[in-house]
């Protein structure tokens, strides 16, 4: 969706540094993130042979999109949902906002789901009109909070649970008796309930497209994704359209893989396929069940160098391992997805020009890409887009300057020697004892830290005057 | 020019010309050769023991009984042993119906805050104790989603190894409009990563496992 | 190996070293030596060229990587006490030239003959410290480039093995970056200095005296923040500890 006017990436990282309670709050979720998916990895010895077929089931898949699309849209079809295709963001919130108004729906449940951010859905349902109610307990909290996600499982992983209490206290009736989790739990299941059932339109996402049954699967612990789409009229589904798998089988080969990537689980507690509306004699299920293929930005992914980013099954391993998002949270990203995939793909979904720092706000340490479960390349994926950056001109005239100058000497070895010769006696100037503590032009360094002092002559000085010694 | 003529010409534009569906076909079914090589080894030999092993670890409570008729005793005891009262709701199946329930309530229909439901499981799926329903004119979904307490009634001869086992017979049959794989109580860790159960759907499962084919 | 001809080996010592701290570059060549191998210096060396590569300038990387391609291509093996360096001239050259049709295959040619110095020391020598002492106590991280892009882990923990009165001791994250990442922690310095503080706690609390590395980098940006916190933590790189140099001045303590 087309960024509204935010802060300076720097300017909102430096706020986020500065949260001692964001800290915090960061620290237990991606911490235990961490600890549970390397247990679960541990006690599930064929991961590695299991991520190589998982990649290799969304390379096939993404290698033959065009036909399990149409497969897909067929069998869905035959089972009697209506399928709907979006180019991008504006067509899928407009395709969804239709089908919300002929339907005269006054209330809409939605059961999480990251596209359903990235087309911007929450804002345009209340553009028009229509009372939207999130039933996933975190975007409950950051519904309350009016806030956006900023983790892709834990979407309100920077709220502590005095703040979640506050929220809950204000936004619950009655309020919850107490701060403790299970009790503003109960309170939330209490409150959503009412929802769930007098929902006209029920909203969810996909974790996967079946093209062989042309069925959708959601996947979630709390069981709210079947209590959004089964109780009313319609069953809305928004999916990309990286999500499709040929069979249930290949879903589940993806599926042990992103449980323990994500939560470090092996199943999540309800596992759901969605095959159409409701059937003749069915007890329950919704009357009208709609499917809106999203294409925003992926086909031209599949066209350059980000092809390989369409593997991503949105587990948040990556954020989880990040050491920049473990200093920052996800909102400090400033898109829908935040942490490595998020920095791959918001400048796809937001352009370059908006959003360069996020590539360039990494360490290359190569963390992410060692834990995703479908191995994606993230680091080579961020280096193409630092690469674009600087193609474009994007990058700041200071460090195009810089680079300039520095790879001026640095190609031609005696002017670098020289340079070094005279360089380095005048850094020692600022030193004292081993060490510089401020160094002109230096601040980002040493306003953090020391520098050590250069030595007084090269190696290669050092070196040349020994070989002659010999000689 | 439609938004799906677009999308699909320009994913066409870079693939080229597709394969035959056949070949497709065959390469996906090849992707998932030697099953095996990538998924978990069973918790215990027997898939009744690695069923309730795998179920017993994810917070699901068993109780394994002999045969159907020992059903309605097996229902009472998990009521008494949670204070719950005799009334609750029960899927309608005609198996369930023709047990003898004197001294119990079992009522169809869910109430919004229904305290215990009472259905039978399609399948287990012994890899990750899962038990799988499937909507239909007899089980409405909402039956193990509404109530605080689901109690699942599984037969033993229904248990399946692995969830490829489930996926093959998923796709032999027509797939119903929900099929559902529950594994575990329901739970969420999003506040401060807390584990909590009983976030929107059951607090409790328990699962009454049968070892007579039925 | 008796009779065989000793390896040659092109040294590349690294900017950062060239510059900083010219005694890991000649523990370098100590070791190399010791392991029977006949060291050159090329002298058209400068940097392998990363800051252009990271930052996106490939132009820049790629006229670096065949002026140094061109300077080491005739050796044995290239050498460098420098995991991300190493990585650079691996993985990075043949990327960069691979559309390059008089380089892409000299790239990987000479990509398939570059390491860093622990691994290429105990894979490809066979090496191990005879006869060297430290007593002290000290632990190791694990820098990122060289851990992932290259599998530099248990190299140097074995070759420290041999060094007799030295205490290794755990850190835990020792495979977490400690937040240098090169133009990184200048461009980004505030996270880049949230992340290395995380990181010098972490190694104060293992009350090691020594903190051990297989890259200047990284070792320049955690010695300068210990410092600046007034940790008496020592920094060396593992090749000055495996040279026996690791009596004198550590990283920071004015080298003469």
């Given at each position: 969706m087309t960024a509204p006017f935010k802060a300076p990436f720097k300017n909102r990282a430096r706020a986020a540094l500065a949260d001692p309670v964001l800290k915090i709050a960061i620290d237990r979720t991606t911490g235990n993130a961490e600890r549970k998916r390397a247990a679960a990895l541990a006690a599930f010895p064929e991961f590695e042979t299991?991520?190589?077929?998982?990649?290799?089931?969304?390379?096939?898949?993404?290698?033959?999109?065009?036909?399990?699309?149409?497969?897909?849209?067929?069998?869905?079809?035959?089972?009697?949902a209506q399928v709907h295709?979006?180019?991008d963001d504006a067509e899928a919130r407009a395709i969804v906002t239709r089908i919300c108004l002929a339907a005269d729906a006054k209330l809409v449940t939605r059961a999480k789901s990251m596209l359903g951010e990235e087309i911007g859905l929450p804002h345009a349902l209340a553009d028009a009109g229509i009372e939207r109610v999130e039933t996933d307990l975190a975007e409950h909290i950051i519904q309350l909070a009016g806030e956006a996600p900023s983790h892709i499982i834990w979407p309100a992983m920077h709220r502590t649970r005095e703040q979640v209490a506050e929220l809950f206290k204000a936004g619950h009736q009655p309020p919850p008796a107490a701060e403790d989790p299970?009790?503003?739990?109960?309170?939330?299941?209490?409150?959503l309930r009412e929802k769930f059932l007098s929902a006209d339109i029920g909203?969810?996402?996909?974790?996967?497209?079946?093209?062989?049954?042309?069925?959708?699967?959601?996947?979630?612990?709390?069981?709210?994704?079947?209590?959004?789409?089964?109780?009313?009229?319609?069953?809305?589904?928004?999916?990309?359209?990286?999500?499709?798998?040929?069979?249930?089988?290949?879903?589940?080969?993806?599926?042990?893989?992103?449980?323990?990537?994500?939560?470090?689980?092996?199943?999540?507690?309800?596992?759901?396929?969605?095959?159409?509306?409701?059937?003749?004699?069915?007890?329950?299920?919704?009357e009208e069940m709609h499917i809106v293929l999203v294409d925003n930005g992926r086909s031209r992914m599949l066209a350059d160098e980000f092809r390989e980013m369409l593997r991503c099954i949105r587990c948040g391993a990556c954020m989880n391992h990040c050491v920049v998002y473990r200093q920052i949270g996800g909102h400090a990203y400033g898109g829908t997805y935040p942490g490595p995939m998020g920095a791959v793909l918001t400048p796809v979904l937001d352009g370059l020009a908006a959003s360069r720092d996020l590539p360039n706000a990494c360490t290359m340490n190569g963390r992410c890409a060692e834990v995703c479960p479908v191995g994606i390349p993230l680091p080579t994926l961020l280096r193409a887009w630092r690469r674009r950056s600087w193609r474009e001109g994007l990058e700041p005239g200071s460090l195009r300057a810089g680079i300039g100058i520095w790879a001026q000497v640095a190609r031609r070895p005696r002017l670098y020697r020289l340079a070094t010769r005279i360089g380095l006696p005048l850094m020692r100037l600022f030193g004292k004892g081993g060490w510089i503590a401020r160094l002109p032009l230096a601040g980002g360094w040493t306003d953090h830290r020391d520098l050590p002092r250069p030595a007084a002559r090269s190696f290669m000085d050092q070196y040349r005057a020994q070989q002659k010694a010999r000689k | 020019m439609t938004a799906r003529d677009r999308i699909l010409s320009a994913i066409r534009a870079t693939l080229g010309p597709g394969k035959p569906p056949a070949q497709i076909a065959a390469e996906a079914a090849a992707l998932l050769d030697d099953p095996d090589a990538a998924r978990p080894r069973l918790a215990a030999p027997g898939l009744p023991d690695a069923f309730a092993q795998k179920a017993a670890a994810l917070g699901t409570?068993?109780?394994?009984?002999?045969?159907?008729?020992?059903?309605?005793?097996?229902?009472?005891?998990?009521?008494?042993?949670?204070?719950?009262?005799p009334r609750f709701a029960m899927q309608p199946a005609p198996e369930l119906a023709a047990l003898d329930w004197s001294g119990l309530a079992p009522h169809p229909g869910t109430a919004p805050d229904e305290p215990a439901a009472l259905g039978l499981a399609l399948h287990g799926i012994a890899e990750s104790g899962s038990l799988v329903i499937h909507s239909g004119p007899d089980n409405p979904i909402l039956m193990a989603f509404l109530p605080l307490h689901h109690v699942v009634l599984l037969r033993e001869a229904t248990l399946l190894p692995h969830l490829e086992d489930y996926?093959?017979?998923?796709s032999a049959e027509a797939a119903p409009r929900n099929a559902i794989l529950i594994t575990g109580p329901s739970g969420t860790t999003d506040i401060e990563g807390s584990y909590v159960r009983g976030a929107h759907g059951p607090g409790f499962l328990h699962v009454i496992l049968i070892a007579e084919p039925g | 190996m008796p009779g065989e001809p000793k390896p040659t080996v092109g040294l590349f010592v690294t900017c950062l070293v060239d510059a900083i701290r010219p005694q890991i570059g000649f523990a370098t060549l100590q070791l190399l030596e010791e392991a029977g191998c006949v060291v050159e210096v090329p002298q058209a060396q400068t940097c392998c060229g990363q800051p252009a590569l990271n930052s996106g300038d490939d132009r820049d990387a790629a006229h670096l990587a065949r002026q140094t391609i061109a300077a080491f291509e005739g050796y044995d093996h290239v050498v460098l006490p420098s995991g991300s360096c190493a990585a650079t001239m691996v993985h990075g050259y043949p990327e960069l030239l691979a559309s390059d049709p008089d380089w892409a295959a000299r790239a990987r040619a000479m990509a398939a003959k570059t390491h860093e110095i622990t691994s290429f020391l105990a894979d490809v020598m066979g090496y191990a410290p005879a006869g060297r002492r430290l007593n002290a106590s000290a632990t190791y991280h694990d820098s990122c480039s060289g851990l992932r892009e290259l599998g530099v882990a248990a190299q140097p923990r074995a070759l420290l093995s041999h060094v007799e009165g030295l205490e290794m001791r755990g850190l835990p994250g020792n495979d977490v970056c400690c937040g240098f990442g090169?133009?990184?922690?200048?461009?980004?310095?505030?996270?880049?200095?949230?992340?290395?503080?995380?990181?010098?706690?972490?190694?104060?609390?293992?009350?090691?005296?020594?903190?051990?590395?297989?890259?200047?980098?990284?070792?320049?940006?955690?010695?300068?923040?210990?410092?600046?916190?007034?940790?008496?933590?020592?920094?060396?790189?593992?090749v000055e500890v495996l040279a026996g140099r690791a009596e004198g001045p550590a990283i920071g303590e004015d080298a003469p």
């Open positions: 299991a991520r190589a077929r998982g990649r290799a089931i969304k390379d096939h898949v993404i290698a033959h999109l065009g036909h399990y699309l149409e497969l897909f849209e067929r069998n869905a079809t035959a089972r009697g295709w979006a180019a299970a009790t503003m739990v109960q309170s939330a299941r209490r409150v909203i969810s996402g996909a974790n996967f497209l079946v093209a062989d049954t042309g069925a959708t699967c959601t996947v979630t612990n709390e069981g709210n994704a079947e209590l959004t789409t089964t109780p009313p009229r319609i069953h809305i589904v928004t999916a990309g359209i990286e999500k499709l798998v040929p069979s249930t089988a290949h879903a589940f080969a993806l599926l042990r893989l992103l449980v323990r990537s994500a939560t470090g689980g092996e199943m999540t507690q309800y596992t759901t396929f969605h095959a159409g509306p409701r059937r003749p004699g069915d007890a329950d299920g919704p | 409570s068993i109780d394994r009984i002999g045969s159907m008729a020992e059903v309605p005793r097996a229902m009472a005891r998990y009521l008494d042993a949670h204070g719950l009262p996926a093959a017979r998923l | 090169g133009t990184f922690c200048v461009k980004y310095s505030e996270i880049s200095n949230a992340i290395v503080t995380e990181k010098a706690e972490a190694i104060e609390e293992t009350g090691a005296e020594l903190l051990l590395a297989g890259d200047l980098g990284c070792l320049m940006n955690m010695a300068g923040k210990l410092n600046r916190r007034g940790a008496k933590t020592r920094c060396f790189h593992t």
